[in-house]
């Protein structure tokens, strides 16, 4: 187990396997062209599982595969296998955006695979095109189907909430949860790499949130726990219970003990990091085992970043990077590093 100068253990790693996705949500891919990862240097599962191995040593217990999106990357169940074989990882999950889980829930499962989360900002078709730029809309609510019917359980829905795009359909969403039995999560609008479109009088706060469903629903009491997740739970009066991740408003960058690792292999300790760690290039070249640990040791123990917290005390707030900036270096991107 290793901590960071702050005090943070290194226990949660999110694992991008493509950093290809299917849907152009305009808050994270908005542009026309992306230039991708080549293809060569996208870590082969042998390799992301040895890596797995070796952030397991140094008490890594919680793996969740992203994208883009996770499901594009063929004969994925193969990995999620030998994840799955380890013991010590007692969290195993994958957030995708649904589109293929229709086709995939029964195999993700029948490999291991520990639980979902589906991200969906609308249950509006029309609004859907509109945000992501495609049609796909039915097949998500499919795919969220799907997961049920496989087995899944704690299964949970993102949205992004966003003023003026879905902000008026947060009881909704509860309420769609609620017949699919997923929990809800409503994010905070995020200025990260690929957000290029953000601005702060779009992010609907966790304060507004709860307004407003209290305003639906009556007094809301907060979920007590203790745990390192970033979501606050909390309860309606009929037992519902919801998350809010308050990234923008309330970082929670204190507890933060989740690090990143792109699908070609490089390695970032936030999500607003602008510099990552070369994994893939000392694995091809025949680092041992222990000389990978090193690398990662020295990394995380020298870690000072609490990025979303810095971002609060930045004056007249824009997007944390332009798009010319992203164009020079994709792994800036929230697509690349798993969001
Ligand atoms: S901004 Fe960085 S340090 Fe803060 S919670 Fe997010 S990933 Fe963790």
Redesign the pocket.
């Known amino acids: 187990m290793i901590r960071d100068t702050q005090g943070r253990w290194l226990r949660n790693l999110r694992v991008s396997v493509t950093d290809r996705c299917n849907l152009r949500c305009a808050y994270c891919m908005p542009e026309e062209e992306y230039k991708w990862l080549p293809r060569d240097e996208i870590l082969h599962f042998e390799e992301i599982d040895r890596l797995v191995d070796i952030f397991i040593t140094l008490g890594v217990d919680k793996v969740r595969l992203t994208g883009g999106e996770p499901l594009l990357r063929r004969d994925l169940p193969r990995l999620i296998r030998l994840l799955a074989a380890k013991p010590a990882l007692r969290d195993l999950a994958i957030t995708s955006n649904g589109v293929l889980l229709a086709d995939q829930a029964q195999s993700l499962k029948d490999a291991g695979l520990h639980r979902v989360t589906v991200s969906l900002d609308t249950l509006r078709p029309d609004r859907f095109r509109q945000l992501t730029r495609r049609e796909t809309h039915a097949e998500v609510l499919e795919g969220l189907a799907a997961v049920g019917r496989a087995g899944f359980t704690d299964t949970k829905i993102d949205t992004v909430a966003m003023r003026g795009v879905n902000d008026d359909e947060l009881a909704d969403l509860i309420e769609y949860g609620r017949k699919v039995n997923a929990e809800v999560r409503f994010i905070e609008y995020m200025d990260v790499g690929g957000a290029t479109r953000w601005s702060m009088d779009k992010v609907v706060s966790r304060r507004e949130i709860l307004d407003r469903l209290t305003e639906r629903y009556g007094l809301i009491t907060p979920v007590v726990e203790t745990s390192t997740a970033?979501a606050d739970r909390y309860r309606l009066p009929d037992g519902t219970v919801f998350g809010i991740i308050a990234?923008t408003t309330a970082?929670?960058?204190a507890?933060?003990d989740?690090s990143?690792l792109t699908a070609d292999g490089l390695w970032y300790?936030?999500?607003?990091?602008q510099q990552g760690t070369d994994l893939r290039q000392p694995l091809r070249a025949g680092a041992s085992d222990d000389e990978l640990r090193a690398l990662i040791t020295g990394g995380w123990e020298a870690r000072r970043?609490?990025?979303?917290?810095d971002?609060l005390v930045v004056r007249g707030r824009s997007p944390l990077l332009q798009v010319e900036r992203l164009k020079r270096d994709p792994h800036l991107e929230m697509h690349t590093r798993g969001g």
């Open positions: 970033p990234s970082p929670f960058c507890d933060c989740r990143r300790l936030c999500l607003y990091a970043d609490r990025g979303a917290e971002r």
